[in-house]
């Protein structure tokens, strides 16, 4: 079978209950929104290729339950996936407080060098609003996390999240590809020494998943 | 124990224990634990207004406070599971089916029906049913040695991935059934890297509530649990469904 794109980028969207997950997933992947959903049992995923940069990137988008935190399931998806989004509800205070938690949950499960950002959602209601931008600015400086407030319903943002976390992976894959076939270059030895002190972590991590 | 029972044991006023107090840590404090309660209420009350958004009976306040009251006494009552996603889906056709017995029961009726019927025990009937449901379903919802706090949040595990029973399950019945009644579905699978928890962990904790529509559910449901309580023959289910879908593959 031929291959229709040039990069398969996996992403895990975690948060708590009710921020909005599936919506986000749901408005990037179908471009539409429903006031009703229901409750993700388990882990559920969804595909979309986009172009970035003139290159195919197919985007496997993986949805967890927001139950599910420090549970069982999710911990494998953590340890495959390259990129996470980070989701709280703006008007949930409880929401944004865990982001930490599960910013710890990320250290303690996934690779190392997983691209993370942190999406505040739900932006539309602003009247319900009990966490301003200011503080999801402030926590993601802290992190050093990229951060954008989000409304699925108003499909705001949305595209740039993906779109951001996809092309910050896609750079740091190239760098890898670059320090692994280096071109002669000064420096590019000094690369290659770094690349092959990691390698052992990030290929016994992935055995892990099996 | 009955529900009235449970419910006295675990609805204890702080305000009337005598040298308690609001900010006290302790694992025997009333208020502590009536914090807790409140946060598990909040859990349960997340996933109960998003239960079948499509039906009117669902949207009705009293009917979705009955839903969390269900679930709360069940949870605290059964504290190495908990509260988990999926409960609130097993709670609503059984409130239901309750519900439209009562609605379409005939106007005469003998006495002892109309006590079976009593509306003031629809809540009653409920959770004693949902109850029986979870004694088969329950291992598909613990997570190992895992067991949530009182607030019904699960603690963050040190040990590295410890597949739990339901994984444990689904792995069996693809090695011990479908691997043998149909090799080709199974090797699809394998070669797409579908593995039996994407689906299988919705299929099972649901009872395949979200696999059929929902006017079928009560006759599949109907079927399921004529075997007892145990529920011991779904995983025919599981692998009948896989095979159902093998024309889908091709």
Request: negative net charge.
């Given at each position: ?21 599936t ?25 979309r ?29 953590y ?10 509800d ?73 779109f ?26 000094q ?20 | ?15 009337a ?25 909040a ?21 979705q ?64 049913l ?6 088969g ?114």
């Open positions: 079978m031929a291959k229709t794109y040039d990069y398969l980028l996996k992403l895990l969207l975690i948060g708590d209950s009710g921020v909005g997950k919506s986000i997933l749901f408005r990037f992947s179908e471009d539409a929104f429903n006031i009703s959903f229901i409750s993700t049992i388990g882990i559920d995923f969804k595909i290729t986009i172009d970035l940069d003139g290159k195919k990137v197919k985007l496997q988008i993986w949805d967890t339950a927001g139950q599910e935190r420090f549970r069982t399931i999710t911990t494998a998806y340890r495959g996936s390259m990129g996470i989004m980070l989701v709280y703006v008007t949930n205070e409880k929401s944004f407080e865990n982001i930490k938690n599960w910013i710890r949950n990320i250290e303690e499960n996934a690779s190392a060098d997983v691209e993370k950002m942190i999406l505040g959602n739900k932006c539309d209601l602003d009247s319900k609003r009990q966490v301003s931008k200011e503080r999801g600015e402030q926590l993601a400086i802290e992190y050093q996390i990229k951060f954008v407030e989000t409304s699925a319903k108003d499909s705001l943002n949305v595209e740039y999240a993906f951001t976390l996809a092309r910050d992976i896609k750079a740091k894959m190239e760098k890898k590809q670059e320090a692994s076939n280096p071109t002669p270059r000064s420096g590019a030895h690369l290659r020494a770094n690349e092959q002190q990691r390698k052992p972590t990030s290929w016994l991590s992935r055995c892990n998943l099996l | 124990m009955f529900y009235d029972d449970i419910k006295m044991k675990l609805s204890m006023d702080p305000r224990v005598i040298g308690d107090d609001p900010l006290s840590q302790s694992d025997e404090s009333v208020w502590k634990q009536h914090f807790c309660d409140n946060e598990l209420k859990v349960i009350t997340q996933d109960v207004v998003r239960t079948f958004p499509d039906e009117l009976y669902f949207r009705d306040k009293d009917v406070d009955t839903m969390v009251r269900v679930l709360f006494f069940w949870a605290r009552s059964h504290s190495h599971v908990g509260y988990r996603q999926g409960m609130h889906e097993i709670v609503a056709p059984i409130l239901f089916e309750l519900f439209q017995d009562r609605r379409f029961a005939p106007k005469e009726l003998s006495q002892i029906l109309k006590y079976v019927l009593d509306d003031d025990y629809l809540e009653h009937d409920s959770y004693m949902f109850n029986a449901v979870m004694r379903l329950e291992r598909f919802y613990t997570t190992g040695e895992i067991v949530p706090t009182p607030s019904g949040r699960l603690p963050t595990s040190k040990t590295v991935h410890n597949p739990n029973e339901v994984i444990r399950y689904l792995d069996q019945v693809k090695e011990e059934f479908l691997v043998p009644l149909d090799h080709e579905v199974a090797s699809h699978l394998a070669s797409c890297n579908i593995t039996m928890e994407l689906f299988g962990i919705r299929w099972l904790r649901l009872l395949f509530g979200r696999e059929f529509t929902r006017g079928e559910i009560p006759h599949l449901w109907g079927f399921i649990f004529a075997d007892g309580p145990s529920l011991p023959h779904i995983h025919f289910i599981i692998v009948a469904m896989l095979i159902s879908l093998r024309n889908i593959c091709e």
